[in-house]
């Protein structure tokens, strides 16, 4: 934990963990590759992109490492939902959650000369809290209706994150955490750890929820054949 580069490297590979799973899914789920499989890539894709850009905080521009990746932070949550919602029927307006991203973005940029503030560190972690909330409603209620050991899986991950992110929401109220010491916070090293537990969790259990989906599908058509099949030989 002495080593500034621990926490700031566990960061970013698990940025690029999640970009590249995000493509290997988003070519292992074949054909359509559209609908909410897709939206859940992009979800995937943004998460990667945010924390790339939260591991370069002091080296690049604020507006990029604070307002940006906090937007699309928050934005790849609510895209993450809005895929899991489509398959449950229940999907948001993509205007509103423009809308929301853009805001937030907003109040950070503008609300927050001094990036540094605490106002603005447990403002961050509230809304982080509030957006894998959601996240973690959405998968548990994919895992009710589907009744799969791998959607509960995913939920598990996405609480897990979620837990964690509560942990370091309270942490930063108290002021025993912030946005800047990533390298020496307690905090940072948490999130960071839990967030390769749910990749695992998340991408896994995605691909063995489009894995059973797939044969019950097949075993579908295989039955309705053979009832075609067993009417016409009458």
Same mark, same amino acid.
């Given at each position: 934990?002495?080593?500034? #580069? /621990?926490?700031i490297?566990?960061? @970013?590979? =698990?940025? &690029?963990?999640? &970009? &590249?799973l995000?493509?290997?899914?988003?070519?292992m789920? +074949?054909?359509?590759? @559209?609908?909410?499989s897709?939206?859940?890539?992009?979800?995937?894709t943004?998460?990667?992109v945010?924390?790339?850009?939260?591991?370069?905080?002091?080296?690049?521009?604020d507006? %990029?490492?604070?307002?940006?990746?906090?937007a699309l932070f928050? +934005? =790849?949550?609510?895209?993450?939902?809005?895929s899991?919602?489509? /398959?449950?029927?229940?999907t %948001?307006? %993509?205007p509103?959650l423009?809308?929301?991203?853009?805001?937030?973005?907003?109040?950070? !940029?503008?609300?927050?000369a /001094?990036?540094?503030?605490?106002?603005?560190?447990?403002?961050?972690?509230l809304?982080?809290?509030? +957006?894998?909330?959601i996240?973690?409603?959405?998968?548990?209620?994919?895992?009710?209706? !589907? @009744?799969?050991?791998?959607? %509960?899986f995913?939920?598990?991950?996405y +609480?897990?994150?979620?837990a964690?992110?509560?942990l370091?929401?309270?942490a930063t109220?108290?002021?025993?955490?912030?946005?800047?010491? #990533?390298?020496? =916070?307690?905090?940072?090293?948490?999130l960071?750890?839990?967030?390769?537990?749910?990749?695992?969790? =998340?991408y896994l259990g995605?691909?063995?929820?489009?894995? !059973?989906?797939?044969? @019950?599908?097949?075993?579908?058509l295989?039955?309705?054949?053979w009832q075609?099949?067993?009417?016409? !030989?009458?």
């Amino acid at each position: 934990m002495n080593n500034p #580069l /621990d926490i700031i490297t566990v960061f @970013r590979v =698990s940025a &690029l963990l999640f &970009l &590249l799973l995000s493509v290997m899914t988003w070519m292992m789920l +074949g054909r359509p590759r @559209r609908g909410a499989s897709l939206w859940w890539c992009w979800g995937g894709t943004l998460v990667g992109v945010s924390v790339w850009l939260i591991s370069l905080r002091g080296q690049i521009s604020d507006v %990029w490492s604070y307002s940006v990746a906090q937007a699309l932070f928050l +934005g =790849s949550f609510l895209v993450l939902s809005q895929s899991l919602r489509m /398959d449950l029927k229940r999907t %948001w307006g %993509w205007p509103w959650l423009v809308a929301v991203v853009l805001a937030y973005g907003a109040v950070i !940029e503008l609300g927050f000369a /001094d990036k540094g503030a605490q106002g603005l560190a447990v403002l961050v972690r509230l809304v982080n809290c509030v +957006g894998l909330s959601i996240l973690t409603a959405s998968a548990w209620l994919l895992a009710r209706q !589907e @009744r799969s050991r791998n959607a %509960w899986f995913m939920t598990l991950g996405y +609480g897990l994150m979620t837990a964690s992110m509560v942990l370091a929401a309270v942490a930063t109220v108290r002021g025993q955490a912030n946005l800047q010491t #990533l390298q020496n =916070s307690l905090v940072s090293h948490l999130l960071g750890g839990v967030a390769f537990l749910t990749l695992l969790l =998340s991408y896994l259990g995605y691909l063995g929820l489009a894995l !059973e989906r797939s044969l @019950r599908h097949n075993m579908a058509l295989r039955q309705a054949q053979w009832q075609s099949q067993q009417w016409h !030989e009458r």
